[in-house]
């Protein structure tokens, strides 16, 4: 039997979300990827900051504002937003939020 796949039914129940807080976790790690799932109190926010590679946001619960570049965004539940490396970015919990963000390395 091959065990070298990572299945998660409901991503969204992987994470409790903190009372007036932020938690993050890894789910999955390799050479090529990093996978972090967050979850975010209502209020809460990631301040405007780069990365340097590429990355993925997918909202899996909740209502966020995004900005991406100089552009605001309402985000729900199903949202998916693509982050080219060097691009300015935050996320502000409108409600309690799960978020997952997908890093190329």
């Not at 990572?6 to 932020?22: K, T, W």
């Not at 590429?54 to 991406?68: C, F």
């Amino acid at each position: 039997m091959d065990t070298s796949y990572l299945y998660v039914e409901n991503l969204a129940a992987e994470v409790e979300i903190p009372s007036n807080g932020i938690t993050s976790r890894t789910i999955y790690a390799d050479d090529h990827v990093k996978v972090i799932i967050f979850g975010f109190d209502m209020g809460q926010e990631l301040s405007k900051h780069t990365a340097s590679s590429s990355a993925m946001i997918h909202i899996l619960k909740g209502d966020a504002t995004l900005t991406l570049g100089g552009e605001q965004l309402e985000a729900g539940a199903g949202s998916w937003a693509h982050m080219p490396a060097h691009l300015e970015h935050a996320v502000f919990a409108r409600t309690p939020i799960v978020m997952l963000l997908i890093l190329q390395l």
